[in-house]
Structures are given as structure tokens and as C-alpha cells.
């Protein structure tokens, strides 16, 4: 399997229709993977809190029409980072988009833990309440975002639900950089998947992104990582190296706790 991580600078200095054409651009380019990612809100910034609501959009609104079309022009697999969604019943959502090649939308993720404490997306979205197990032809793939990296027991509800590669968009500040490398290593670990770890670069509502995307083993081994600046980080790896690892180290069989939890396929 082929898979490219499209670590997309963001800054006001753009505006969110070009970002979206060179987005686009980028996906046509990697034509021959299997999958390819794009980070977390990069049509208008993770931190442009002030941009959230008045450039928020539906399912079916720009970004997906521009991603829609470039996975299929490209015959790819696009996971198309997350959008700021628009749900006309309720409040905003930070959601992802999952494209098959036919450019299809296959699944969203309404992304379960917000980053912020008492401000910015904390207060300003709402969360997510179903974790998101997708099948591909190369694997089941987990869904979470960015600070969800932080919570394991939602890894272990992916797990419990079949995935075997675990795809993580963000927009992770240069600040916490150590932290987000140690937790995807950690989620690899825990749960024996291939993390793909995809962050931003540049700078965005005032906050420097950390960029370093990455691609992990099940074993923990970092097998591709990013520089801090815009990247396509592409790497061939074997999804049947999950099964391996699970049967040679066993560890996942021991577990004594657990709950089972609400799965959307």
C-alpha cells in the first residue's frame, strides 16, 4: 500500500477558495497511491476561531465538491483532513471526510474530543458522539482527529472495531511538537495499527503548527516523518504486518477492561 500525507501550509494570507484549488492540485498529483491525507480544518485554520462560523460549510459544500473531484481524478482514496460543518439543526461540527476513488463520501467523523479547555473549539463546536471504523480494500481504517490522540480509550474502541490503520489529521502546535510524535508512537503501540499522522505547517490564528506528519509501524517504529514546512510525505508499507505483529506479540488478548461503545461502518 502507497499512502501520502499532504502536510498543507495554512495562513490568513490565503484565501480559503485558493487553499482549496491547491489542495486540490496536490491530491491530482499523487495519482498511483492508495491513500492519501490531508490535515485537520485546513480550508480555514484550526485556531482562526474568529473564520469558524461565518466560513462554515455543509457536507456537500466547497471543500467537498473540490476534494470529491480530485479523488476522483486521481484514483485515490482521499481522506480529506476536516471541515468547519455546517449542520443546519444544530451547531458546528468539526468533521472529517473519507472520499473512495469514485470520489464518493464513503464516511464523515464528527471529531469527539475539542481542543480548548474553556475557549476557542471547546466552546465554539459541538462533539462528536460515534467513533468511526471505515473498510477499504487495503484495511479498516480508525478515524479520530488531532487532540483526540490524547484519549486512548477511544483507540481501543477503534481497535475493538476492526481498524487496522488509524488516520490522523490535526493542526498541532509547534509548542507541543515532542508531544504529538510520543502519542502517535503510543497509539501505535497500544493498539498494533499503522498510525498515519497528518499535521500542518505555517501559521495560522496566530499559533506556529508543528508540521512533523508521520507514518508509524505497529511496533512503534516511525517508518516516514516530515520536515516543518509544506511536505507530501509518501511511504509504502504492508497492511498485513498488523496481523503479524498481533499474532507474534499477542499482548491485545491479555486486556481485562473495556466497554463496548456505539460504531458507525
Not at 471543500?63 to 480530485?70: F, G, I, L
Request: hydrophobic share 45%; aromatic share 8%.
Amino acid at each position: 500500500m502507497r499512502a501520502s500525507l499532504i502536510q498543507l501550509a495554512v495562513s490568513e494570507a490565503e484565501p480559503p477558495d485558493e487553499r482549496r484549488a491547491r489542495a486540490a492540485a496536490l491530491v491530482r498529483g499523487r495519482a498511483g497511491d492508495d491513500l492519501v491525507v490531508l490535515p485537520e480544518l485546513w480550508p480555514l485554520g484550526g485556531f482562526a476561531y474568529d473564520a469558524w462560523s461565518a466560513g462554515a460549510e455543509p457536507l456537500d459544500g466547497p471543500t467537498a465538491d473540490a476534494m470529491s473531484a480530485a479523488a476522483r481524478d486521481a484514483g485515490v482514496w482521499l481522506h480529506a483532513g476536516s471541515v468547519v460543518e455546517r449542520d443546519p439543526d444544530g451547531p458546528i461540527y468539526n468533521t472529517s471526510l473519507l472520499f473512495d476513488p469514485a470520489g464518493e463520501l464513503r464516511h464523515t467523523y464528527r471529531k469527539i474530543h475539542r481542543f480548548g479547555f474553556d475557549s476557542g473549539e471547546a466552546v465554539a463546536m459541538g462533539a462528536g458522539r460515534e467513533v468511526v471504523a471505515a473498510p477499504t480494500p487495503y484495511g479498516t481504517l480508525g478515524l479520530a482527529t488531532c487532540y483526540d490522540l490524547r484519549f486512548p480509550e477511544l483507540f481501543r474502541a477503534l481497535l475493538d472495531a476492526g481498524a487496522e490503520i488509524l488516520v490522523v489529521p490535526a493542526a498541532w502546535p509547534a509548542r507541543r511538537a515532542a508531544h504529538w510524535t510520543l502519542l502517535a508512537r503510543a497509539r501505535a503501540v497500544e493498539e498494533q495499527a499503522y498510525v498515519l499522522a497528518c499535521n500542518t505547517a505555517g501559521t495560522h490564528g496566530g499559533v506556529e503548527q508543528a508540521g512533523r506528519s508521520l507514518v508509524v509501524d505497529p511496533w512503534g517504529e516511525v517508518l516516514a516523518e516530515a520536515g516543518t514546512g509544506e511536505e507530501v510525505l509518501t511511504v509504502e508499507f504492508d497492511p498485513a504486518a498488523v496481523a503479524g505483529a498481533r499474532t507474534d506479540f499477542p499482548v491485545l488478548r491479555d486486556r481485562l477492561l473495556g466497554v463496548p461503545v456505539p460504531v458507525r461502518r
